[in-house]
DNA sequence: ATGTAACCGAGACGGTACGTCCTGTCTTTTA
DNA sequence: TAAAAGACAGGACGTACCGTCTCGGTTACAT
């Protein structure tokens, strides 16, 4: 006796009831962590029921991800770019003093942190994270640094890919894993290490 | 009533049924992955009783790394070193190919990876891992480019904590992530970029 | 943050669930006794929640009590009156025989006395018993024997709630106490002794 | 591998121990009642290891009883007898209302009414108690009807173990089900009906 | 005096059951 | 007919005690 998922007919949808939940979401996530935060508790805070939960999304990791998407709505354009005044040094610590700035408001930060978290424990919301917010803003940053390398800037030979990892990934490792703190001096040092390497010229 | 929490009485362990919840830790933590990872379902494995495990640890996540320290035991020394033939750069592709090997071992791996994870949600197990684990490690590394500092192979002035997030960091991030394959051809090109710098000389 | 205890609705309440729960309570009360009688173990047996029984009931007792309520539907009327030959004698050895005959059933007579143990042990529990049980079969009691006054065939002084003590305490006390046998020789002796008194005549 | 149960010697136990356990017992009983009367809270109190109770003690009901024996030591000997000035009914109206002054106090009461409770759970700690306690006062009951009836007092074929269940019965059923206040006129009632009988004379 | 055998306090251990919490499904009622 | 309300089966949580066991420390008797 299969009970087939009957897929919901969205244009009926709450769209009231969606927002108090992706609110309700945030604010619960802010307020206990993203372990004691429960569709339970959601559901209550919205004031709906669990089964308009379930019938929207498939995880509570999933309802964080919207909650979030539905903060950054109009200013995550597919078609941004990264600024470009001509000096990659200066633009990309214009980029990551921004990014600390973000990671160090806990209203936030702290979903975030939340979502990240998710993706690493639910493989099916990391494809979905990866898909609709990694990928696309990874592309933008790949766009500045391949100008930067055309504009001769960078070594021709440069991996970007590693050169991404090399960029970002000291700032969010510091972020994810709470360890020491995102200063825009840290950001700078990130930047200059990046470009200059570590051997002596 | 406040009935004060004992302290237990460590002589009297039983060393036999610790090592029988930490090995049914290691093995379920592969089997069914963190998330349902139970303190209920490594008591059953193990043939302990419930309490005996709340007796000793405070978390599920506690219970995990003990379990890893315990694989690791002899060879995680606090007077270990880096290797150190004089030539930085074949000295850190040596060891960061060997951890390639090590993360893309699954009988490791995955429980690392679960324990990472719960350093994420727990400060309490967080500040435990990084004071017992990735501190000492930690070290050794600055170490190890102190010397080279030293020896004139780094730049004098570069800033050598930013210096190990840049050469770590990307490797952690692709394993702790599931971005991208773990190569040695990755790991030898996070070295040479760290190295070197982005700039063309 | 006081989590109020929610009254559930209980005209949503699942009758199947409730008869399931109640004959296991049943079942299981006769077959391991009241002491080793366990709510996970009803719950079990009935295919239920725990949550559902703790929902409904607020202790063990209160689920084998209310089960002993189905038992006896339809005969428990409020209505129901003592046989009345006008022969009080015959007519109460005819009550106390049944009574004899019933308790020597382990069927009906285990869960019985698991339930007046608990009586004795939860005031709630008795006040609930004494009022749905206890009270109206002793106004029944009463009613009869006050009949048998009016007819002349008791004392015009006689104290009967003392009387029905006399009538049906002894039974009651071997029953629960399992002191000696219950036997219809016995409810005869009672019942003629309770008449005639200990003096010589 | 049987290990035999071993007999303790009791010519070594240590009677202060003894002593603070049984004191102990009667307090907490007393304190928190019987259901919540364990014997980690007996062996805690007293200061001494909950082997050291299992060792002389079958269950918490053993414990219980004899800490009611050594509460009544001295006055419950076997040769002891009921009071007899030649009137029967002055002599029990005598007994019941001294034993109503018992049963009035609570903290006699209470730790009884716990041990009354575990005899009718336990049928090896009621065998005992039988044994010990019960039997031997009903010897003593039964002689003092023996001596009436002898004198002419009783009817010569009444059933003596019926009567005492009769004069006895009411009372403890009253006390043990909290059933109606215990007083002196309920004893004179009961003494009065049971020797006269409920018909008109 | 010195084994040595027992009791004793202490408490770790494998277990059972507790009562609470949350999950994900299902049903009923409301708008 | 979507959504709220919430009952339901299931199952993990962390706690409290159970009764057994082992460990040293301390008597007390027998060499």
Do not use: C
């Not at 959601?42 to 539905?70: C, E, H, N």
């Not at 990659?88 to 408001?105: G, H, P, S, Y």
């Not at 696309?136 to 970007?160: E, F, H, N, S, T």
């Amino acid at each position: 006796m299969t009970t087939r998922r009957r897929t919901p007919d969205a244009t009926r949808r709450s769209q009231a009831t969606r927002r108090a939940i992706l609110t309700a979401a945030l604010e619960l996530a802010g307020e206990v962590g993203y372990e004691r935060l429960t569709i339970e508790g959601i559901a209550a805070r919205a004031g709906a029921g669990k089964q308009t939960i379930y019938r929207w999304w498939p995880s509570k990791g999933a309802v964080l991800f919207d909650a979030l998407l539905m903060l950054s709505e109009g200013q995550g354009d597919e078609s941004a770019e990264l600024p470009d005044t001509g000096d990659l040094e200066a633009d990309l610590k214009t980029v990551l003093r921004a990014t600390v700035d973000e990671l160090n408001d806990p209203r936030r930060s702290e979903p975030m942190r939340a979502l990240a978290v998710e993706t690493l424990l639910d493989p099916a919301l990391a494809a979905d994270f990866a898909e609709r917010l990694d990928e696309p803003v990874r592309q933008i940053k790949l766009r500045r640094l391949r100008r930067a390398q055309q504009a001769g800037q960078l070594a021709p030979d440069a991996d970007l890919d590693v050169a991404v990892d090399m960029i970002w990934g000291p700032l969010e490792r510091r972020w994810l894993h709470r360890r020491g703190p995102l200063t825009a001096g840290f950001a700078d040092a990130v930047v200059e290490t990046a470009l200059d390497g570590l051997r002596p010229r």
